[in-house]
């Protein structure tokens, strides 16, 4: 309940949250009927009934193989937000998404952005990422000067209404990335973004960046310091 009241997402993703959960539900379910009937093996005068706590724990394990098994097969059918997985062939070293495997383009999006993060990150003060890169706060030693951690548009009203009633967080450092940055294609049915991370320039904040920040061209962004 709590993963469908906090996503907006569709169905495809709600099933995977739903599957494991279901799964460690029915796991718990058995282990609490067995403990009120006890082993299942002890003597009755029904032996039917001796047996069928155990027989339930067995249709619930096999139940819970299947959901676990539907989940799997959704996670390879339906790769989110990346590409078929016969295309993820790059795996990525450092950074918060180390260990993870990725396709060669997206790979060298990623270092290129951790790189310029590395290279001007202040260690202190506030940063903000726009539009979208999450994993972005966690390289950075900087704290997250936004409302939150997603999808905050250069233009976006709710970001300056966030700054007019906290002033002392407007961001010291401000990564505005590339279009193209976290692009994805279509995997099962999950359609492709070309352009994930497209702004607005415009705007309370983008006349700031303009006036009070220092730019600095990167590969896949721009970096503006306060002044």
């Not at 067995?34 to 027989?55: H, K, M, N, Q, Y």
């Amino acid at each position: 309940a709590t993963y469908s009241f906090s996503s907006y997402s569709d169905l495809y993703v709600l099933s995977i949250g739903h599957g494991l959960a279901a799964a460690g539900g029915i796991l718990l379910l058995a282990d609490f009927t067995a403990e009120l009937t006890g082993s299942g093996v002890e003597d009755t005068s029904d032996g039917i009934t001796a047996c069928v706590p155990r027989v339930l724990k067995w249709i619930m394990a096999a139940v819970a193989a299947v959901f676990i098994l539907i989940t799997a097969v959704i996670r390879f059918v339906n790769v989110y937000r990346d590409a078929p997985i016969s295309r993820l062939d790059t795996k990525i070293t450092e950074g918060p998404a180390a260990g993870l495997y990725t396709t060669s383009e997206h790979a060298k999006q990623y270092d290129s952005v951790l790189d310029s993060i590395a290279k001007y990150d202040l260690d202190q003060g506030y940063i903000l990422f726009t539009r979208i890169l999450p994993w972005g706060y966690t390289a950075s030693g900087m704290r997250v000067g936004a409302p939150d951690t997603w999808r905050n548009e250069v233009s976006s009203e709710r970001l300056e209404q966030y700054y007019r009633a906290n002033p002392d967080r407007e961001p010291d450092m401000v990564v505005v990335l590339d279009a193209v940055v976290g692009s994805y294609e279509s995997g099962g049915d999950i359609e492709a973004d070309p352009a994930p991370n497209a702004n607005e320039m415009e705007g309370a904040l983008a006349d700031k960046l303009n006036t009070d920040y220092t730019e600095h061209e990167e590969e896949f962004c721009t970096v503006y310091i306060r002044k």
